[in-house]
């Protein structure tokens, strides 16, 4: 190796410097060369790092561990990876190195600088060969003694288990593996986003920014709907621009990671970028596409008046001109289109299709096969026509109203709360709809293809991933019981019955009032046998009639149903069941058939309980009915806050499980109508009093052994889910749609809590 500094900063980096700084801190170096303002940074060399291992005396110690061990051979691996790791936390760094990076940390700014720290691995024969992801990142950092800290651990991150064993496995010697570490200046973003330097679709010079407050996890994670601009950049000017109403913003906090917050409201409307600003950043998206030949997809982050340029990498999206859609006029703007309307992303998906606004029941017989049903709020009587169609719109709700669920579980894309579809849509009208996003489009636009990264390796794909917490999966409709155990998932842990019921038609009062109890019993038992028999052996949660009555109106029967002012807070769930005894029993006699075919399996669950004498009530009704209630399994749904706070007496009068109902416990904690689309912004699962009541029904059932899982909507939001698992909770129970996702993001958090508890000891 020539004679290469310890410490290179990004100015300074040339190519041929890839094999010194890695890929990583090459791509910045050449973004900084082009003239992008990239967030400062300097690269502490991979020479740096091997006269580390000379000086300190411990190359030997570390390359003949290396050298004897068998990657096959599990424990040795493990034990030979926290022994070399070791060896490089506890070696001295040397003198002169310590030295330039403090001095380069002080030229940066010094002890309130925060910066992120880096790995960027690199092999002298081969500099740009992939060893993304299995070396260290730590982010956050401040002050000298904890950056020192921060590069020894990126260093030591070279020899972590999965590290070795992949270099062995694809024949790199580990002499000839080198690692350098860059330390970059964390931008505290005011604005941040994301770019396309050309039309993701059709390729054209349109310049699309998606702009939110705060850091820019918002935008790239989804959890907020940004504004969307589009530059012209023949004309040099801001052709269109939709203002979305940002509820959500994730800030820094302190020096441990990130936290959301919720938008001031002068914010919330207010738009993210001034036209000078989206011009400025265009430009700066232009010189990154002419120098890389290729339209960019880039990171973007505003502090004051200074733009940062973070990643810059090309787009994979953009379709060839001649692969455009007949007739499309190249017009179109937004990320696939035109936007006309905006709402909640309730249900993935992209489908175009034909509006058909429905504003009775009645008239659901206009709706065809694909076309696109649009309405106030979707009923139980609208399911049927909800199977037709490619999209639904409505004008009110939030991610957890009747539209949402069934949808999803329909795998039907749907945009919820957009408050004006059924005024400012028309029967007959193209449209497309944008279910993640929540957007409608005009016409009929196409979306991209999935990005290459996103399609994992069929490998990686098939590789089941075990996860010591349980991740099980919402149904709500029998026919969505295939589909469910497709996921793999580990049992189902809410099977809402009321979707089957009120889909038949007619309330359970109508049977009993038209002699018609075993027809009643017969549909129940063959829907819930449906999803019994699609999960063999694993646990199958059924839920308790729970359908307010608004929802039973509309029904045969439902026409004696009374009129609550709030439904939400009325005769529904367990309650509604302990009154109406001849209800009760005949979901309870589905049940017992259920049992008595050998489906012990079946678990059985009341929802809306606020006492525990409502839990041992229903209980005493089950065996006056002749269910053996001590050996069957009975639990209780945790959706009011004073189910949480007597958690302990539930557990005492004798309940086996419980799960979070998170959707009834926000809008029950925080005084927030889960349906109402005016307050939708206020909702928030990650609510502190939320968090602490479920942190404390989690520690009670966990002393008492008793499986604590949730079914709410959070249960599909990977970082609601990552927190608790940290916090112990037994199992989850996520939509069809996110269970994969879910499944993932509990492995990583229990690896992580493995992988600290290990730290910790050694
Ligand atoms: C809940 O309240 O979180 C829940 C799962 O029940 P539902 O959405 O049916 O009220
Ligand atoms: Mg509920």
Redesign the pocket.
């Known amino acids: 190796m020539k004679e290469i500094p310890n410490v290179l900063w990004l100015e300074e980096i040339k190519k041929e410097d890839i094999p010194s700084v890695g890929g990583k801190g090459a791509s910045l170096g050449e973004m900084a060369a082009i003239g992008l303002p990239v967030p400062r940074a300097f690269v502490v060399t991979a020479q740096a790092f091997r006269r580390f291992l000379v000086e300190a005396g411990i190359e030997d110690k570390i390359f003949s561990r290396l050298g004897n061990l068998d990657v096959d051979d599990t424990a040795a691996l493990e034990s030979v990876s926290r022994e070399v790791r070791e060896i490089v936390l506890n070696a001295a760094m040397p003198d002169r190195i310590r030295q330039e990076i403090v001095e380069a940390y002080a030229r940066m700014g010094g002890e309130n600088t925060i910066v992120a720290v880096r790995s960027s691995a690199t092999a002298e024969d081969l500099p740009d060969a992939s060893f993304a992801g299995q070396q260290e990142t730590f982010l956050n950092i401040v002050g000298d003694d904890a950056l020192l800290d921060a590069v020894q651990r990126c260093w030591a991150s070279l020899y972590g288990a999965r590290a070795i064993y992949y270099r062995a496995k694809q024949g790199f010697d580990d002499r000839s593996v080198n690692i350098a570490v860059v330390v970059q200046e964390l931008i505290p973003s005011e604005k941040s986003g994301v770019m396309f330097t050309s039309h993701p679709v059709t390729g054209e010079p349109l310049t699309i920014i998606e702009a939110s407050w705060g850091l820019g996890e918002a935008v790239v994670s989804g959890s907020v709907s940004p504004d969307n601009y589009v530059f012209d950049l023949r004309t040099e000017r801001v052709v269109d621009r939709l203002i979305a109403e940002k509820a959500i913003m994730i800030v820094p906090e302190g020096r441990h990671g990130t936290k959301t917050i919720q938008t001031p409201p002068e914010k919330r409307l207010a738009p993210v970028l001034s036209d000078d600003e989206v011009a400025r950043l265009a430009m700066l998206g232009k010189i990154a596409e002419d120098h890389y030949g290729v339209p960019q997809d880039i990171e973007w982050a505003i502090v004051g008046e200074e733009i940062y340029i973070l990643q810059s990498r090309p787009i994979t999206t953009i379709k060839q001109p001649e692969a455009r859609r007949a007739g499309e006029t190249g017009k179109k703007r937004g990320a696939l289109g035109t936007v006309i309307l905006q709402g909640q992303g309730a249900s993935p998906g992209v489908a175009s299709g034909r509006v058909v606004i429905v504003h009775d029941v009645k008239d659901t017989s206009a709706v065809k096969e694909g076309d696109i049903l649009v309405t106030t709020m979707t009923n139980p009587d609208m399911v049927p026509a909800m199977r037709r169609v490619s999209a639904i719109i409505t004008d009110e709700g939030g991610m ?1 109203c009747h539209a949402a ?1 069934v949808s999803r579980e329909l795998g039907t894309p749907a945009v919820v709360g957009t408050k004006k579809a059924t005024k400012v849509l028309k029967d007959g009208q193209i449209v497309t709809v944008d279910g993640e996003k929540g957007l409608v489009y005009e016409g009929a636009v196409e979306a991209p293809a999935p990005a290459a990264s996103k399609a994992a390796p069929a490998a990686v794909a098939a590789a089941p991933i075990i996860t010591a917490t349980l991740v099980k999966v919402n149904v709500s409709l029998p026919e969505a019981a295939a589909r469910a155990a497709a996921t793999g998932a580990d049992g189902v842990g ?1 099977l ?1 019955i009321e979707h089957l019921i009120l889909g038949l038609g007619k309330t359970p009062s109508w049977y009993i009032e038209h002699g018609a109890e075993e027809e009643f019993v017969t549909e129940l038992y063959t829907g819930i046998k449906t999803v019994l028999d699609a999960f063999p052996g694993k646990p199958v949660w059924v839920r308790t009639l ?1 359908a307010p009555t608004d929802e039973f109106r509309n029904m045969e029967g439902g026409e004696e149903e009374p009129i609550e002012h709030n439904p939400m807070l009325g005769w529904r769930g367990i309650r509604r069941d302990l009154e109406t005894p001849d209800q009760f029993r005949l979901q309870v006699e589905a049940f017992k058939r259920l049992w008595a075919a050998g489906y012990d399996n079946l678990g059985v669950m009341f ?1 809306m309980v606020n006492h525990p004498d409502e839990f041992t009530r229903a209980r005493a009704m089950m065996r006056d009915w002749g269910v053996d209630v001590d050996n069957v399994t009975l639990g209780i ?1 945790i ?1 009011i806050p004073s189910s949480v706070v007597l958690i302990e007496d539930f557990i005492r009068a004798g309940i086996r499980f419980a799960s ?6 926000i809008q029950y904690t925080l005084a927030i109508d889960r349906n109402n689309e005016n307050v939708a912004w206020m909702y928030q699962p990650e609510h502190p009093a939320v968090l602490r009541l479920i942190d404390y029904a989690i520690s009670a059932c966990r002393r008492h052994g008793v499986e604590c899982s949730i ?3 959070a249960g599909s939001d990977p970082r609601m889910v990552t927190w608790l698992v940290e916090h112990g909770i037994s199992s989850v129970s996520a939509n069809i749609d996110a269970v994969s996702r879910i499944r993932e993001a509990v492995a990583r958090k229990e690896k992580q809590i493995l992988l600290d508890a290990a730290r910790r000891d050694a």
Not at 660 to 665: E, I, R
């Open positions: 957890t669920i809410l809402r729970d929802p749904m959706e979070f109902g998170t959707n009834d416990l079914c709410g909507q």
